[in-house]
């Protein structure tokens, strides 16, 4: 099962440039993260937000939290040609032992 | 940060064989354990929860004869493809929850890539 949507489905901008990533759910959540996948590999964690958290900052990562419209959105500041990869939000449930449940993900492209 | 190891990272086999992918955990024990699934361009979708010392459980539409999931020690899950084909040539990633302190987080393991010929 899946929680939702990523738009957009695809990304591409030139290095430099901010990317923002924006990701919608459906349930109510624990908390909700972001990942990363370079192509072919597995899943870097960035990012976690709790659901009583509505901003949260890392380095050139921004992550917004909105419960009340049950959505989150990512903004990569400066962003660099090695950024280029799959993101994916992950929403996590109060519910005890549940896994986390993947959103479609946004595939950036940032070229030099 | 907790450590989570997949075996094989890559796989080629014919078209009837079964696979066995294993998922360990390598500094944490983990009670709770996640089986996922990846086409190609696709997201991650969960194929079943495996709790040690009993029955997996499974996602609906994902066959529980098909895809053997065995918990046998508080490190170890393992996934076992029966009767491969190649539609079930995929990106098999595992990943084990540790509940240790404040933090209750998820690690990934870095996928089992299966190709069915």
């Known amino acids: 099962s899946q929680q939702g949507e990523e738009d957009p489905q695809a990304l591409s901008i030139q290095e430099g440039e901010n990317a923002t990533m924006n990701c919608s759910y459906k349930?109510?959540?624990?908390?909700l993260q972001w990942y990363r996948q370079n192509s072919g590999r597995g899943l870097v964690h960035l990012i976690l937000?709790?659901?009583?958290?509505r901003e949260k900052h890392s380095g050139r990562l921004r992550v917004t939290l909105d419960t009340s419209k049950k959505s989150s959105s990512l903004l990569i500041t400066a962003s660099r040609a090695a950024d280029t990869a799959s993101y994916f939000c992950?929403?996590?449930?109060?519910?005890?032992?549940?896994?986390?449940?993947f959103g479609k993900g946004t595939t950036l492209s940032v070229s030099s | 940060g907790a450590v989570v190891s997949q075996h094989p990272s890559r796989v080629i086999c014919k078209s009837g064989t079964s696979v066995k992918i294993e998922c360990r955990s390598l500094?944490?024990?983990?009670?709770?354990m996640f089986w996922y699934r990846q086409f190609p361009k696709q997201s991650l979708m969960l194929m079943a929860t495996?709790?040690?010392?009993?029955?997996?459980?499974?996602e609906q539409g994902v066959e529980k004869d098909k895809f053997l999931i065995n918990h046998a020690s508080l490190t170890l899950s393992t996934l076992t493809v029966t009767s491969a084909h190649p539609e079930d040539s995929s990106f098999y990633i595992c990943?084990?929850?540790?509940?240790?302190?404040?933090?209750?987080?998820?690690?990934f393991g870095p996928g089992t890539r299966l190709t069915v010929l």
């Open positions: 937000i709790r659901s009583n958290e």
């Open positions: 349930t109510s959540i624990n908390n």
């Open positions: 990943s084990a929850r540790y509940s240790g302190g404040s933090a209750d987080t998820q690690y």
């Open positions: 500094d944490f024990q983990a009670t709770t």
């Open positions: 495996s709790n040690e010392g009993s029955k997996a459980t499974y």
């Open positions: 992950a929403t996590a449930t109060n519910q005890a032992g549940t896994a986390l449940i």
